[in-house]
């Protein structure tokens, strides 16, 4: 995804702009704010031992968002919070401050419309129905290259999946970009992993309080979430947290082998004071961005796993460590049938119809190589090492941009800000696409809570035989 230099999502950075009628939305952390643009609803007490948290009841669920999980200064790894009584019934969970991204504006015109920015981003919200008991959790992470995106971002209101199938959604928001992810000097690396293991870890102590069961718990990711779910399966620290995995649309096979690029990134980055302005940090991100592009496919998602630094394995020991997870961790791993398509220039924006047959092949070409290939040979070392693995395609249609990248999160977190957007048909409305994406929600909810997936379902899910 292509990266505008100079602009950005973040507290104190003079460019910073939207496309919402009050630009405030983008401001640092303002609780007043945040409490008036969220519903009124009932209250409810839920009694944890990280303390008593304060959430709301609407339509038969129980919503408690902004939780800390952890705390941690300018990178510095994750530490726990302290008990305390929390009221988690006013306010969304803070994105981590970072670059814009025109492409995913081109996808969702108002990716960010509830949320403010802060450094102070490690919160985790939950979703639960009332008065449920040893329900399956699921453990959304969201995507955008290790360098963009929110857990509580509007368009990933777990609601219906929540109401449907019963089960427990919890999303995790991390450090992106340089706050979480390029070591050097005085920066450790892998900080965005280390938070989800702490949120994990809350997760274990305290789910059970709102019906979840901790024993079980299935990580689902898209893009880089559905990456990081799969490196976090040979994480120190993470074993034992969770038991089944989702792995949506994850370009496996560009962290590897990339130990050139980080050192030009790193170069790129030099030393950045621990008490520098956070639009000074996203301005040298942009120039490492810049610096990493230049190494062709693999710098399109530059920041991420850091393999040899905590908490990970080194590169040659990966193979190892997979086999070693891979009879306790079943795994559900795909891509959508055309993931490329949203990363190249529109049709209409090429040679006309005549350009069509080009378009997909390349389309067709890049898919397979950045997510089909990867998918594949993972499903296969998981069954070689003794695991399940199931392989899947979405072939669901979806809007203007077709079956690409993204095009399944409108049928999983189905709401009101997908309705207009170039992910869905132009004569979808609501009810239509709550109703359209219930059999993959079911499916999904299936896998977390024994680990079945049902059968393909045409022109939705297709279900790849593994060789």
Same mark, same amino acid.
């Given at each position: 995804?292509?990266?505008?230099?100079?602009?950005?999502?973040?507290?104190?950075?003079?460019?910073?702009?939207?496309?919402?009628?009050?630009?405030?939305?983008?401001?640092?952390?303002?609780?007043?704010?945040?409490?008036?643009?969220?519903?009124?609803?009932?209250?409810?007490?839920?009694?944890?031992?990280?303390?008593?948290?304060?959430?709301?009841?609407?339509?038969?669920?129980?919503?408690?968002?902004?939780?800390?999980?952890?705390?941690?200064?300018?990178?510095?790894?994750?530490?726990?919070?302290?008990?305390?009584?929390?009221?988690?019934?006013?306010?969304?969970?803070?994105?981590?401050?970072?670059?814009?991204?025109?492409?995913?504006?081109?996808?969702?015109?108002?990716?960010?419309?509830?949320?403010?920015?802060?450094?102070?981003?490690?919160?985790?919200?939950?979703?639960?129905?009332?008065?449920?008991?040893?329900?399956?959790?699921?453990?959304?992470?969201?995507?955008?290259?290790?360098? %963009?995106?929110? @857990? =509580? #971002? +509007?368009?990933?209101?777990?609601? /219906?999946?929540?109401? !449907?199938?019963?089960?427990?959604? $919890?999303?995790?928001?991390?450090?992106?970009?340089?706050?979480?992810?390029?070591?050097?000097?005085?920066?450790?690396?892998?900080?965005?992993?280390?938070?989800?293991?702490?949120?994990?870890?809350?997760?274990?102590?305290?789910?059970?309080?709102?019906?979840?069961?901790?024993?079980?718990?299935?990580?689902?990711?898209? %893009?880089?979430? @559905? =990456? #990081? +779910?799969?490196?976090?399966?040979? /994480?120190?620290?993470? !074993?034992?947290?969770?038991?089944? $995995?989702?792995?949506?649309?994850?370009?496996?096979?560009?962290?590897?082998?990339?130990?050139?690029?980080?050192?030009?990134?790193?170069?790129?980055?030099?030393?950045?004071?621990?008490?520098?302005?956070?639009?000074?940090?996203?301005?040298?991100?942009?120039?490492?961005?810049?610096?990493?592009?230049?190494?062709?496919?693999?710098?399109?998602?530059?920041?991420?796993?850091?393999?040899?630094? /905590?908490?990970?394995?080194?590169?040659?020991?990966?193979?190892?460590?997979?086999?070693?997870?891979?009879?306790?961790?079943?795994?559900?791993?795909?891509?959508?049938?055309?993931?490329?398509?949203?990363?190249?220039?529109?049709?209409?924006?090429?040679?006309?119809?005549?350009?069509?047959?080009?378009?997909?092949?390349?389309?067709?070409?890049?898919?397979?190589?950045?997510?089909?290939?990867?998918?594949?040979?993972?499903?296969?070392?998981?069954?070689? /090492?003794?695991?399940?693995?199931?392989?899947?395609?979405?072939?669901?249609?979806?809007?203007?941009?077709?079956?690409?990248?993204?095009?399944?999160?409108?049928?999983?977190?189905?709401?009101?800000?997908?309705?207009?957007?170039?992910?869905?048909?132009?004569?979808?409305?609501?009810?239509?696409?709550?109703?359209?994406?219930?059999?993959?929600?079911?499916?999904?909810?299936?896998?977390?809570?024994?680990?079945?997936?049902?059968?393909?379902?045409?022109?939705?899910?297709?279900?790849?035989?593994?060789?």
């Amino acid at each position: 995804m292509e990266t505008v230099a100079g602009s950005a999502y973040g507290p104190n950075y003079p460019e910073q702009r939207s496309r919402l009628s009050d630009p405030a939305a983008y401001s640092p952390v303002e609780p007043e704010r945040n409490a008036a643009m969220m519903p009124r609803h009932e209250r409810r007490l839920v009694e944890t031992p990280s303390g008593r948290i304060l959430a709301r009841m609407h339509d038969g669920l129980i919503r408690a968002t902004a939780i800390p999980y952890a705390r941690a200064g300018r990178w510095q790894p994750p530490q726990p919070v302290e008990a305390a009584d929390r009221d988690a019934a006013k306010g969304w969970s803070p994105a981590c401050p970072q670059l814009r991204i025109p492409r995913l504006e081109a996808a969702l015109p108002d990716p960010f419309g509830q949320l403010s920015f802060d450094e102070n981003c490690l919160n985790l919200s939950v979703t639960a129905p009332s008065g449920g008991r040893d329900l399956p959790v699921m453990v959304w992470l969201h995507g955008g290259s290790y360098e %963009s995106g929110a @857990g =509580d #971002m +509007a368009v990933f209101d777990p609601a /219906a999946l929540v109401r !449907e199938q019963q089960v427990i959604v $919890v999303a995790v928001t991390y450090r992106l970009g340089l706050l979480g992810w390029l070591s050097d000097g005085g920066r450790p690396g892998n900080l965005g992993a280390l938070d989800v293991i702490a949120a994990l870890r809350w997760i274990s102590r305290n789910i059970a309080s709102f019906g979840g069961d901790p024993g079980n718990v299935t990580l689902f990711g898209q %893009s880089s979430g @559905g =990456d #990081m +779910a799969a490196r976090l399966m040979v /994480a120190d620290g993470a !074993e034992g947290l969770f038991h089944r $995995v989702i792995i949506q649309s994850a370009p496996l096979a560009l962290p590897l082998g990339r130990s050139r690029m980080r050192r030009a990134m790193q170069r790129t980055a030099g030393e950045i004071a621990t008490d520098a302005p956070v639009g000074a940090v996203l301005a040298r991100q942009s120039a490492v961005l810049r610096a990493a592009r230049r190494f062709g496919l693999g710098g399109q998602m530059p920041f991420g796993p850091e393999f040899g630094l /905590a908490p990970f394995p080194a590169e040659p020991e990966l193979k190892a460590a997979h086999a070693a997870v891979a009879p306790r961790l079943p795994v559900l791993i795909g891509h959508t049938r055309d993931e490329a398509a949203l990363f190249l220039p529109p049709p209409e924006r090429l040679l006309g119809r005549l350009a069509d047959p080009a378009r997909r092949i390349v389309v067709s070409a890049l898919t397979s190589r950045l997510y089909g290939h990867p998918a594949r040979h993972f499903a296969w070392r998981h069954m070689a /090492a003794g695991g399940q693995a199931t392989r899947f395609v979405i072939e669901w249609g979806g809007g203007a941009f077709g079956r690409a990248h993204l095009s399944e999160l409108p049928l999983l977190f189905p709401g009101p800000d997908w309705i207009g957007t170039p992910l869905v048909p132009e004569e979808m409305d609501l009810d239509e696409l709550t109703r359209t994406g219930a059999a993959l929600r079911r499916i999904w909810a299936g896998f977390a809570r024994n680990g079945v997936t049902g059968e393909t379902l045409p022109g939705l899910i297709r279900f790849v035989p593994q060789p």
